[in-house]
Every structure is written in C-alpha cells, then in structure tokens.
Nanobody, 122 residues
Framework: QVQLVESGGGLVQAGGSLRLSCAASGRTFTNYRMGWFRQAPGKEREFVAAISGSGSSTYYTDSVKGRFTISRDNAKNAVYLQMNSLKPEDTAVYYC???????????????WGQGTQVTVSS
C-alpha cells in the first residue's frame, strides 16, 4: 500500500503560479512512477505530468508543456508540480498517483491521493 496526500492548491489569478506537493508513505517510493492528473467539473480525469522512479524521465500533456514542471525528492518521499503561467482552463481538482505500468492512462496507476482544488480566475 502507498498513501498519498496532496497539498498546495488554492485560488490564483491567471498568469500566477502554484506549487503542488504530494507526500507519500508506505511501500518503497522509488519503485513507482508518480503522476499528476486533474479533473474539471463535468469532465473525465486527465493526465497532466509524470516522472519516473529515479526522476530521470518526465512526461507532460501538450497543454502544460513549458508551463508546468514535475519533480520528485526521493529522500523525502515527495513529488511536486510547479505550475506557472496558470490559465482559467487549468482549474480542476489535481490528483497525485503512483503506479508501475504505463504513463498517461489512469488505469495504470494503483494509488491515488484525495485531490487538491486549483482555481484560476480570469
């Protein structure tokens, strides 16, 4: 089992920044690829970014490339999502997830946090 707890969400104006954090506990953290997903009202949960267990490989959905940066600190069992130049369309609940299969598909992740709300005002 892996327990994940997100923090750092909030309300920000368009063009602003937020940094999301995800604290992990339980099984060996480095065994897992970590991902960030988001779900807006009335929409399906979608992939945002992921990072390999070592941190050497990162993946992003096209809409956040150049604006968001995923990173991890394996010594602290934590993963982060730095979000810059935020847009109203980034408004969603953001979820941290852990898995060891695939990158972009929700079904490939076995453990999920409870989510943190990000609201970007125009």
């Amino acid at each position: 089992q892996v327990q994940l707890v997100e923090s750092g969400g909030g309300l920000v104006q368009a063009g602003g920044s937020l940094r999301l954090s995800c604290a992990a506990s339980g099984r060996t953290f480095t065994n897992y690829r970590m991902g960030w997903f988001r779900q807006a009202p009335g929409k399906e949960r979608e992939f945002v970014a992921a990072i390999s267990g070592s941190g050497s490989s990162t993946y992003y959905t096209d809409s956040v490339k150049g604006r968001f940066t995923i990173s991890r600190d394996n010594a602290k069992n934590a993963v982060y999502l730095q979000m810059n130049s935020l847009k109203p369309e980034d408004t969603a609940v953001y979820y941290c997830a852990a898995g060891d299969r695939g990158v972009r598909i929700t079904q490939n992740y076995d453990y999920w946090g409870q989510g943190t709300q990000v609201t970007v005002s125009s």
